[in-house]
């Protein structure tokens, strides 16, 4: 059986990964980048975040997509499990097993995050007083007070797409390259739409970083201790 990657690339992204983590938590606890990007999407004429109902980032990039993800998602859980014969392509074993991984990371990611949603206690942007609403604001890595209107840490939407990285295990071992392009696509997708979230005041830069290091992390637990092939 062939590893997806060797030995030492996956020493480096371990260490990447931890590396990471250190950056998110100084951006979210050490700067004040995070209240920053939010002030910006916030009018403070108007007292509000102008494009929460905006029609591309909440109907388009919120609902829109999210729905086209979970289909695309559904047909690769088919392509994966229904049995090829019953299929009108023929896909190889090799594909077959990675797509497996590919839908199975997208749900570990999905409930994962779900879960922790459901246990934090951290709030959106429009709950925070600065915001209009009535949480005080604390930074995400930072001891936060039961609060009510909480449940928004890590970022949600943001998974609904993030999970497209998995599809570079389609191109490993023998295409190093192009799962790394394919990897930094999904990333891309995912952070765009937890961008899309934040320009609407439901949540922080820290929120949607955590959410896209999370997905990386069950990546690199597949390199570490799976192979790319059945035999």
Same mark, same amino acid.
């Given at each position: ?40 999407a ?15 980032l ?10 086209? !993800?979970?289909?695309?998602? &559904? %047909?690769? /859980?088919?392509? +994966?499990? #229904?049995? *090829? ?13 990675? !797509?497996?991984?590919?839908? &199975? %990371?997208? /749900?570990?990611? +999905?409930? #994962?995050? *779900? ?22 604001w ?5 001891n ?28 490993l071992?023998?295409a190093p ?9 999904g ?23 955590t959410?896209?290091w ?7 637990m597949?390199?570490?201790f799976?192979k790319?092939?059945?035999?």
């Amino acid at each position: 059986m062939e590893p997806w990657i060797s030995g030492r690339t996956l020493i480096r992204l371990w260490w990447l990964w931890l590396f990471t983590a250190v950056i998110i938590v100084w951006l979210a606890n050490g700067t004040s980048l995070d209240i920053r990007l939010a002030d910006s999407a916030f009018d403070m004429h108007q007292h509000a975040f102008t494009l929460k109902h905006n029609v591309l980032l909440e109907t388009v990039m919120h609902s829109y997509a999210k729905t086209i !993800l979970t289909v695309f998602w &559904i %047909l690769l /859980l088919l392509i +994966a499990y #229904v049995p *090829s014969t019953k299929l009108p392509v023929h896909f190889s074993a090799s594909t077959i097993h990675a !797509l497996r991984w590919v839908t &199975i %990371l997208a /749900l570990v990611n +999905a409930v #994962v995050v *779900s879960c922790l949603k459901h246990q934090m206690p951290h709030a959106c942007p429009w709950d925070i007083a600065r915001y209009g609403g009535t949480s005080p604001w604390v930074p995400t890595f930072s001891n936060h007070p039961a609060m009510q209107a909480g449940h928004c840490f890590p970022a949600g939407h943001a998974t609904s797409g993030v999970w497209l990285s998995a599809l570079c295990l389609l191109w490993l071992p023998q295409a190093p390259r192009k799962a790394l392009l394919m990897a930094i696509a999904g990333l891309a997708v995912g952070f765009t739409l937890g961008w899309a979230q934040q320009l609407r005041g439901a949540h922080f830069l820290s929120h949607t970083l955590t959410s896209l290091w999370l997905m990386c992390g069950w990546l690199l637990m597949v390199f570490t201790f799976s192979k790319s092939r059945f035999s």
